[in-house]
Each structure stands twice: as structure tokens, then as C-alpha cells.
């Protein structure tokens, strides 16, 4: 992108080269004096220079959100969902621009930057439908003249914890959730991509105010982990933290939340392999396992890090899988012809070459990649896409590397194939090609894969936003997005109704004088 072109993306979305980094709906502030550089990992030029929240910026900022939960739960919950549907028509009208930087920003081709912007339209939808649905059931008493039942209500404001990979979607599957549910939002986006952040804080906050939404129902807060981010944890005012990272952090978010006694959503690392049977579709099976692997450059929380392919298949697979490979066109993600964009930052190339090290010692070979490009823009951020040979048990497959590297194995019998499968610690995303019945049933049965996500002849990435995400084990535990994803962002209360006068206690226990 020209400089030219940048610029004009900055002024359609509100966006200037020195910005604070926090607001709570009216303008940006910070005090900290702690700037924070913002670089494209393409070209490494400076993007913008952000002034982080310090502890005062984030007290003035929470006081808000707190004091628009009285406000905000108040308001019947199809008028909440009426707002964010025209948060969705706002993202329809600015999808080509957010998109456009969520490639320069994150990295990511502008397709599917385009398509991270639908991913927030598309929930903002579901979200409007559940508005008006948010139900809990009615029960049947035992007691004479007496009926029970559930309700549902706004559970308070909501800590939201991004990551760079998805700099946008995932704050939409949470905070379309949370309005309608009645919850502020307080977001703070990952450091590498605050941008994207205070853009889509732009359009909302617009939506929010022709619609006479008071301040401090969504909120932004760039600042460091360090401080921000642990005030946030230990804040008795936000009853829910939603957290998408690594499985490290999410450790740390667990404890610190769970020492309070208060709620996690936690969205952590991924270690999802599809299982090729020799009975699958061929055709099928290489383009999932193609976009799984190579797609946004294996930095989704849902890439796919494993193939375990049936002996009968493997040389033939891998050869294709290599063609394909080699026509790979690596380069600036905001090229249409570019199916690769660049790694995040130098850090994440480092990471990349450190596990193709440990592979090595680990018996692994590399079958086609293994290498860090050139800079083409100035940036040494480029890798090849690498695919490894290597046994599921070696250290290094059990970690999550986030980088385009593809662990391949072979495996004779399903049950042995399903073993290796969920023998890592992670558990978010799996899949099996299979035209055989019988073993797909058993890839979905309580005998089969062991994620959160398990899917028949789909690759591991690109779930749509109608099914619960969020994965088992060392992944969390956590659900976003849909299906009854919502109960997390309320709270539950069982009310026992006695309309006939009489008291009758459960149970049959007798009590009186
Ligand atoms: C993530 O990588 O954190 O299923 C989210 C997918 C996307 C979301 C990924 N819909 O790949």
C-alpha cells in the first residue's frame, strides 16, 4: 500500500499517525506518556505511534463502563439487539476499509481479511435473533400451586482479551453477545494490532451514539499486559474475562480470575490435526488440509498442525501437498495474487526457526519449506510454508508453534490414528476425510476426537460463527461465539414461584410449632 493509499484508509476510518489509546466511547485519551510503535509486518514501516493507558487512564475508563451497566441493562434486550444490528450495517458499509487494514495491520490476504469482517457482520445477525430469544425454561414444582423457572440476567461489564491473529472478529463474537445480553465491553486488543482496535471502536461508538447509548458501553484500552492487562484481571467490576490466546497466558488469566472467584472464557492454543483415511475423497481432503495449514499463515488458533494419513496414502498425498506448495505466492497480503502474507514480526519467524531446529534433533525431516525468505519489503517476516516428517510423540509436536509448519505422520488402523490424534494437550479444532461411515461416526463419537471442534470431511479452520467456539484441555475449556454460547455473558437466577398461599416446604419436611 502507497503511502498515499494508507492515509486515505486512515482517514475513512478515523485513524491519524500519533492516536491515545483509550476511550470509552466519547474521545481517545491517555496519559501514560508510554508510546507504543506500530509497525507493518510486511513492509516494517511505521504505521502509527499509540499513547498507551496508564493506571489512571484505565480507573477513569472502568468507572465509566461500571456506571453504564445500570444504564445499559435496563434497556429491554430487543432494543439492545436493534443497536447492534446497526453496529452490522455500520461493518457492511466500512467492510472493504476494516478489511483492507486488517491485512496491513495483522498481515493476513485482504480474502480473508474481508472475510474476519463478515465473521463480526455475521454475528452481529445471530446476535439480533437472540435478543429475542435469550430464554430460560419453565419447571414443574413439586409443591402444590407452585411453578419454577429461569431467568436470565445482565451479568455486568465484560473484560475482553484479543489476540493479533483475529484483531477484530473476536471482539465482535463477544461483544455482539455481551450488548444484547445487557453487558458493557471494556477490549483490550493485543499490542501488535491496536489499530484495528480503535477502528472498529470508531464505527460502533458512532452507531452507539446516534442511538443515544451512553458512554462506557464499549470500550478500548491499548495498554501493556503488565499493568492493564493484570488490573484487568483482578477487577471485581468485570465478572467476566474472555481471553483468546497461548496456553501459557491463559494459565496466568485462570489463576488471577479464579482467585477472585470470578468467570473465564478462555480460548487458548491449538494443536489440530486432520486424520486422512484411505477411504477419503482425495480432492477434498488436499484443498482443507492446503487452506488449513497455509492459510493466514498458520497463525489461526484453528491451523492445521498435524496430518496423520493412512500408509496407504501418504507418498501420494505429500506429493501433492508439496505441488501445491511450490505455487505458493508468498508477498505483500494486500496483492490478489498473494495466497501468503508475512509472520506477525521478527519474533514469530524466530519462533518458527527454533521449532524447525528442535524438529530436526527431534527426528523430523523436512519434506518441502523450512526456510525464512529473503525480505522482499524490507521485513524479515517471510517464511516458507514447511511441511515436516516427524513421530506425534517428539517434544515438539505437542507445543503449538503459531507459524506455517505442517507435522505430517502415518497411521494403519483408524483406532491407532484416533489415538495419535488426541494425544497432545491441546483440544480445539480437529478433522477426519473419510467416505467410510464407520469411521467418520467414530471420529464424532465419545470414543473419537477429543476437541471442541470435530468436523467430517471440513478441514480444522474457518468455523463459522452459528456453532459454539472453544476447544477442551490445555485450549481452555471456553465457548464464544454461538449456540448457547450467551449463557457465559449472563446470569443464571431459578425462581421458585408460590401463587396459592399456602406454604409447603420441598421435600415433605414439616415445620411448625
Ligand atoms: C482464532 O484463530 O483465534 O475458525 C479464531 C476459524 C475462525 C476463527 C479463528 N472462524 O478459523
Redesign the pocket.
Same mark, same amino acid.
Given at each position: 500500500m502507497t503511502p498515499q493509499e494508507t492515509k486515505k484508509l486512515f482517514k475513512a476510518l478515523g485513524l491519524k499517525s500519533r492516536m491515545d489509546g483509550a476511550s470509552y466511547g466519547g474521545d481517545w485519551f491517555a496519559s501514560s506518556g508510554d508510546w507504543l510503535e506500530v509497525h507493518s509486518p510486511t513492509s516494517g514501516d511505521l504505521l502509527a505511534k499509540i499513547q498507551q493507558a496508564g493506571e489512571a487512564d484505565y480507573a477513569k475508563l472502568m468507572e465509566k463502563a461500571d456506571q453504564a451497566f445500570r444504564h445499559w441493562r435496563a434497556i429491554p434486550a430487543p432494543k439492545r439487539g436493534e443497536i447492534v444490528r446497526n453496529i452490522g450495517v455500520a461493518l457492511r458499509a466500512k467492510k472493504g476499509e476494516l478489511g483492507r487494514l486488517v491485512s496491513l495491520e495483522m498481515g493476513k490476504i485482504l480474502t480473508e481479511g474481508l472475510g474476519e469482517v463478515q465473521?463480526m457482520i455475521d454475528v452481529c445477525d445471530f446476535a439480533v435473533g437472540l435478543s429475542r430469544t435469550l430464554s430460560g425454561p419453565t419447571l414443574q414444582s413439586e409443591r402444590p400451586m407452585h411453578r419454577m423457572m429461569e431467568q436470565w440476567h445482565p451479568l455486568g461489564p465484560v473484560g475482553v482479551i484479543t489476540?493479533f491473529? =483475529?484483531p477484530v *472478529?473476536?471482539w465482535a463474537w463477544n461483544s455482539a453477545l455481551a450488548f444484547v445480553c445487557g453487558d458493557p465491553v471494556v477490549w483490550k486488543p493485543s499490542s501488535k494490532t491496536p489499530l484495528c482496535a480503535i477502528a472498529t471502536h470508531n464505527i460502533v461508538t458512532a452507531v452507539l451514539r446516534a442511538n443515544g447509548v451512553p458512554e462506557g458501553v464499549s470500550s478500548v484500552v491499548v495498554g501493556r499486559g503488565s499493568n492493564i492487562g493484570e488490573r484487568m484481571l483482578g477487577d471485581a467490576r468485570l465478572p467476566l474475562i474472555s481471553a &483468546?490466546g497461548s496456553t501459557k497466558m491463559g494459565k496466568r488469566i485462570g489463576q488471577v480470575v479464579g482467585a477472585r472467584l470470578g468467570r473465564t472464557i478462555l480460548?487458548l492454543g491449538g494443536n489440530n490435526a486432520l486424520i486422512i483415511s484411505d477411504k477419503a475423497d482425495m480432492a477434498g481432503a488436499l484443498a482443507a488440509a492446503f487452506f488449513g495449514a497455509v492459510g493466514t499463515a498458520g497463525q489461526?488458533? &484453528?491451523s492445521t498442525r498435524r496430518l496423520i494419513i493412512h500408509e496407504k496414502m501418504f507418498e501420494t498425498f505429500i506429493a501433492k501437498m508439496i505441488a501445491n506448495y511450490k505455487s505458493v505466492k508468498i508477498g505483500d497480503p494486500l496483492d490478489p495474487k498473494t495466497l501468503m502474507g508475512p509472520l506477525i514480526d521478527e519474533e514469530a519467524v524466530s519462533d518458527f526457526e527454533a521449532a524447525l531446529t528442535a524438529a530436526r534433533q527431534q527426528g523430523g525431516k523436512v519434506l518441502y519449506g523450512g526456510k525464512v525468505l529473503n525480505p522482499p519489503f524490507g521485513r524479515r517476516t517471510f517464511v516458507l510454508p514447511t511441511i515436516v516428517e516427524i513421530a506425534n510423540d517428539a517434544p515438539i509436536v505437542q507445543t503449538e508453534t503459531f507459524a506455517p509448519i505442517l507435522y505430517v505422520m502415518r497411521y494403519r488402523t483408524i483406532d491407532e490414528a484416533i489415538v495419535m490424534h488426541n494425544s497432545v494437550p491441546q483440544g480445539l $479444532?480437529s478433522g477426519i476425510f473419510s467416505d467410510s461411515v464407520a469411521e467418520a461416526e467414530a471420529f464424532v463419537s465419545f470414543r473419537g476426537s477429543d476437541c471442541g471442534i470435530a468436523n467430517i470431511n471440513v478441514g480444522t $479452520?474457518? *468455523?463459522e460463527i452459528g456453532g459454539a =467456539?472453544g476447544g477442551e484441555k490445555e485450549t481452555g475449556g471456553g465457548r464464544e461465539s454461538g449456540s448457547d454460547s450467551w449463557k457465559a455473558y449472563m446470569r443464571r437466577q431459578t425462581n421458585t414461584v408460590n401463587w396459592g398461599g399456602e406454604i409447603h416446604l420441598a421435600q415433605g419436611v414439616e415445620f411448625h410449632v
Open positions: 465473521e489476540a491473529n =483475529f *472478529a473476536v &483468546t480460548e489461526r488458533c &484453528t $479444532s $479452520s474457518g *468455523a =467456539f
